[in-house]
């Protein structure tokens, strides 16, 4: 157990509107990661951060924005939520990051839906 | 284009048997990780290969990596009910941030 927590765990909104994802680590690992999962497509990276206030984008960012003030907090916002965005949205940490090749430990996801 | 696949999709085998999973991927990467998925479910790490050669064991699962192929393969051994499940390759390309490209994962069920 990585210690990783997402909030909510599922929700349900309407296009258009504002969303915030909450991924919550206690470990103070450096790397966290924010992926979205849909079927036939694996999963897909959006965004990452190697550090507080350091973030840069993944294979699939537009519609999406990330902020890290706090080693322990990544949150993912969806400016204006579109149907396109349901999806079950899944946060990884990484424990060295780089340097050691390390394997992704994944947070129990949230499952997102766009009316 | 960073590319990763896996084949088969689907596949349905008796308890007992034995199956391979197959992961191709696009360009040249000797970080390869595996993990499986219960439905519902988080993804559980289960082997990481850093080298060309690497082999990895757990129980009835095996994994390798063959860098000059772009190939790894998971190795199912008499299959058990448990096993039944969808696993999924992912790889490193980059030096930096350590992203990871994901395959599509191939669901596995094992019928009694």
Same mark, same amino acid.
């Not at chain 2, 998925?37 to 290969?49: A, M, R």
């Given at each position: 157990d990585a210690?990783?927590? +997402?909030?909510?765990?599922?929700?349900?909104?309407?296009?258009?509107?504002?969303?915030?994802?909450?991924?919550? +680590?206690?470990?103070?690992?450096?790397?966290m990661y924010w992926y979205r999962q849909d079927p036939g497509h694996g999963l897909r990276l959006i965004h990452y951060s190697y550090g507080v206030k350091d973030t840069?984008?993944?294979e699939v960012s537009d519609g999406y924005s990330v902020s890290r003030s706090k080693t322990e907090d990544f949150l993912l916002t969806l400016e204006s939520a579109t149907s396109s965005q349901t999806s079950v949205y899944f946060c990884a940490i990484s424990l060295t990051?780089?340097?050691?090749?390390?394997? +992704?430990?994944?947070?129990?996801?949230t499952r997102l839906t766009v009316l | 284009e960073l590319k990763v696949?896996?084949?088969?999709?689907?596949?349905?085998?008796?308890?007992?048997?034995?199956?391979t999973i197959y992961c191709n991927y696009s360009?040249?990467?000797?970080?390869?990780?595996w993990y499986r998925q219960d439905p519902g479910k988080s993804l559980e790490s289960l082997f990481v290969l850093l080298s060309n050669g690497a082999v990895k064991q757990e129980g009835r699962l095996m994994a390798s990596l063959d860098t000059k192929a772009r190939l790894s393969t998971l190795h199912i051994t008499a299959a058990v009910h448990d096993l039944s499940a969808t696993y999924f390759c992912a790889v490193d390309f980059?030096? #930096?941030?350590?992203?990871?490209?994901?395959?599509?994962? #191939?669901s596995l069920t094992v019928i009694p």
């Amino acid at each position: 157990d990585a210690g990783i927590t +997402q909030s909510p765990r599922h929700k349900v909104t309407e296009t258009g509107t504002p969303v915030t994802l909450r991924c919550h +680590q206690t470990e103070n690992h450096r790397y966290m990661y924010w992926y979205r999962q849909d079927p036939g497509h694996g999963l897909r990276l959006i965004h990452y951060s190697y550090g507080v206030k350091d973030t840069d984008k993944g294979e699939v960012s537009d519609g999406y924005s990330v902020s890290r003030s706090k080693t322990e907090d990544f949150l993912l916002t969806l400016e204006s939520a579109t149907s396109s965005q349901t999806s079950v949205y899944f946060c990884a940490i990484s424990l060295t990051g780089l340097a050691n090749a390390d394997t +992704q430990y994944f947070g129990p996801g949230t499952r997102l839906t766009v009316l | 284009e960073l590319k990763v696949e896996q084949n088969p999709l689907f596949l349905s085998m008796q308890e007992g048997k034995n199956y391979t999973i197959y992961c191709n991927y696009s360009t040249t990467s000797d970080r390869l990780y595996w993990y499986r998925q219960d439905p519902g479910k988080s993804l559980e790490s289960l082997f990481v290969l850093l080298s060309n050669g690497a082999v990895k064991q757990e129980g009835r699962l095996m994994a390798s990596l063959d860098t000059k192929a772009r190939l790894s393969t998971l190795h199912i051994t008499a299959a058990v009910h448990d096993l039944s499940a969808t696993y999924f390759c992912a790889v490193d390309f980059t030096n #930096t941030g350590n992203q990871f490209y994901f395959g599509t994962g #191939t669901s596995l069920t094992v019928i009694p």
